[in-house]
């Protein structure tokens, strides 16, 4: 059955069509909130809630935009709103920061390649919010620059804007710090 075939269902009450909804869709929101909250255990929570909003809503989705977008969207904007808690956000900044920070002293490419992540990590950070949320999206892999203009509600144009001066402003930063050649 396709998605819309099952929306269909589950709008006239068919829990069964909108669990299999949740099965198709599950990883797809998931990845979108651990792309905002960089926590697998809050990810996993705003995934559940962003199903929960949907259910309870299934009546406003209009079809313009296909079911995944939707629900992605929705998981994308509940992640958001967690992240905007100060102390959630420091929280994961500061857990992603101690892993990465974690060095081996026996193998030094490895301790190179970690003192990388750390500083690719700590470039992102810097990063303004509508530039990291732009990159951590499209590095994603999961998500074509329409999806992410769908979430982030900005024109295609700014989305491929945004992850290229992301990028640009990352790659200066870790040239500045030797990381990198400048070539």
């Known amino acids: 059955m396709s998605d819309e075939e099952l929306v269909d269902l589950a709008r006239h009450g068919d829990a069964d069509a909108f669990d299999q909804l949740v099965a198709r ?12 909250l960089r926590s697998p255990s809050d ?6 809630d962003a ?3 949907a259910w309870r809503s299934l009546d406003r989705f209009r079809g313009a935009a296909s079911f995944r977008t939707w629900i992605v969207t929705i998981a994308w904007n509940c992640a958001i709103s967690r992240r905007r ?3 959630r956000w420091f929280r994961s900044a500061t857990s992603l920061d101690a892993v990465s920070a974690a060095t081996d002293p026996y193998a030094e490419a ?5 003192e990388l992540r750390g500083e690719v990590v700590a470039a992102i950070t810097a990063l303004s919010p509508k530039l990291r949320d732009a990159l951590l999206l499209a590095q994603s892999g999961d998500y074509g620059y329409d999806e992410i203009a ?3 509600k900005i024109p295609i144009g700014t989305v491929k804007w945004r992850v290229a001066d992301a990028r640009k402003k990352v790659r200066a930063r870790l040239v ?3 990381m990198i050649d400048a070539r």
């Open 25 to 36: 869709h599950q990883s797809a929101a998931y990845r979108a909130a651990l792309a905002a």
């Open 51 to 53: 199903f929960v909003r």
């Open 85 to 87: 808690s100060v102390v």
């Open 43 to 48: 990810a996993e929570e705003v995934a559940q």
């Open 150 to 152: 769908t979430m982030l």
């Open 176 to 178: 500045a710090r030797g």
């Open 110 to 114: 490895e301790v190179r390649g970690r």
